[in-house]
């Protein structure tokens, strides 16, 4: 049996939404801490699957891979570290997956620019 994957839908930013005139805002500020708290957590869970992600494309069992994917600090360094692992791991494999894959790494880096918006 095997699973046929279809590609990513093309990610978008989602719409703004102004409040209505009768909002006035919160009573306290828990309700947008705890809002952040679960963006950057959830954020952190794809992290965690990228890093496995970059060790399958680096074809090995080692945790080499995955401490060196953790050293990169900007989402710029990694978008690339995976580009150019996918590329390598692909050269003799299904294209289809291969663009599967990239698609994937374009809508993670098209999507941190607001994970950086709501950390900093």
Known sequence: MTAEYKPLPSW???????????FHGETTTA???????????MWEHAESVLIKLFQL???????????VYGTLESTYARQFALKYAAEEFFTR??????KLVLGFVKAYFAASEYRNQIAH
């Open 57 to 67: 494309l680096c074809e090995t069992e080692s945790l080499a891979a995955p401490r």
């Open 93 to 98: 494999r299904d294209a289809q997956d291969r």
């Open 31 to 41: 309700v947008i801490h705890e809002a952040v708290g679960r963006a950057l957590s």
């Open 12 to 22: 978008s930013a989602p719409a703004r939404e102004n409040p209505s005139p009768e």
